[in-house]
């Protein structure tokens, strides 16, 4: 931006780019086909496309869904699951800059797409000028000996490890993944916990409903219900709320109480009125574990939208700047009425830190560069 005196007074300049990037986005998943990754994905690519300086498409290695209807605001090639054959064809004839979105399951069932890293080394060593940014999603997994994970792990971790080696860049969701990273290319890695990928409100109400929302995919709304429901209805005792309200879809799995209190299914709801509702209520629950917060889309929407958020985990340190009882709470280790209040406003705080728009601005300061 720059300003110019006119007749009229000084006016504000939007600067045209002296060159606008060809950036492609790689991605697992993408709207319509629901998922945290594609619609964090999502929302970047709206932004970078909106501000003018690139000129965006995006690579999913997923198969078109057949609900898709109306043009998108930038191409959108549908390379088909795992895109071991098309997204090499792909590559071949692409010059630009690519942002990859990792999460290792999305690329491969096991968690170890080795197709993906070579197709990568592969475009990286065609030309000098070819970039490559990497938003690390997930890393490795573990898992006890009967499961793949027990027996891949090693594959699991030492794939991102290579890809974060051949980036220009990287960017994750977690202090403990940047630290590992950081060591793996022998440079800093940064981290931002994930945004809501379900609106920021840029205002909060002055009161809220007595009301415990569950947010989030049907598995953890219905691990929620099955294995906390316990929790939920000691978390409703404790804080003095009348209402369990699940948002999405019923099913078979989730009750019409818990305890006493009764369960309430909202069905989807669109993203303005889901907004809404979320800003209405007072606390909101996750089984997501505690030391993961910073990578869980669930957590971040109730931040983003000042509702206190309760959990069932083991309180294990979650890093990311995050307190047990001034940003979350422990349903088994409350025992009497918290300052909700107090609470609403350090998550709202906390979360502007790493809001949409500071993401944006770390994608501008990547891209940038060179």
């Known amino acids: 931006m720059f300003t110019i005196f006119t007749p009229t007074g000084w006016r504000v300049i939007a600067r045209v780019p002296d060159k606008v990037r060809r950036v492609c986005f790689i991605v697992p998943e993408f709207p319509p086909r629901s998922g945290g990754v594609g619609d964090h994905a999502r929302l970047i690519c709206d932004e970078l496309a909106q501000s003018g300086r690139y000129q965006i498409e995006v690579a999913c290695t997923r198969t078109k869904p057949e609900d898709v209807d109306g043009e998108s605001a930038y191409p959108i090639h549908w390379l088909g699951f795992g895109g071991e054959g098309k997204l090499p064809a792909y590559l071949a004839g ?12 999305g690329y491969q069932k096991r968690s170890c797409p080795l197709w993906l ?87 909060m109400p002055s009161s809220r409903l007595a009301r415990l929302v569950v947010f989030g995919s049907s598995i953890w709304r219905e691990r929620a219900f099955r294995d906390d429901a316990t929790a939920l209805a000691h978390t409703c005792d404790v ?49 997501y574990p505690v030391n993961f917060l910073g990578k869980s889309t669930i957590f971040s929407a109730y931040c983003a939208h000042g509702i206190v958020p309760v959990g069932s985990a083991p309180n294990i340190e979650p890093g990311e700047g995050l307190r047990h009882r001034a940003h979350y709470l422990l349903s088994h280790e409350m025992h009497e009425p918290p300052a909700l209040e107090e609470i609403s406003t350090n998550v709202s705080a906390w979360y502007r830190g790493h809001c949409l728009e500071r993401h944006v601005a770390r994608y501008h300061e990547m891209l940038s560069v060179g």
């Open 94 to 105: 692409y010059s630009g800059d690519l942002v990859l979105h990792y999460s290792g399951y």
């Open 117 to 203: 890293l070579k197709a990568l080394r592969c475009w990286k060593g065609k030309a000098a000028s070819n970039r490559l940014f990497t938003m690390f999603h997930e890393l490795g997994g573990t898992g006890p000996i009967h499961s793949s994970s027990f027996w891949l792990g090693p594959v699991q971790w030492w794939i991102p490890k290579a890809i974060a080696r051949i980036s220009s860049d990287c960017l994750t969701n977690r202090e403990e993944y940047a630290r590992y990273l950081s060591s793996a290319c022998d440079r800093a890695v940064s981290s931002l916990p994930v945004f809501s990928n379900v609106g920021e409100p840029r205002t």
């Open 239 to 287: 804080l003095k709320l009348s209402e369990v309200v699940n948002i999405g879809a019923s099913s078979p799995n989730i009750p019409d109480r818990v305890g006493t209190i009764p369960v309430r299914c909202t069905g989807w709801l669109q993203s303005g009125e889901l907004s809404a509702f979320l800003s209405e209520s007072a606390a909101g629950f996750f089984s």
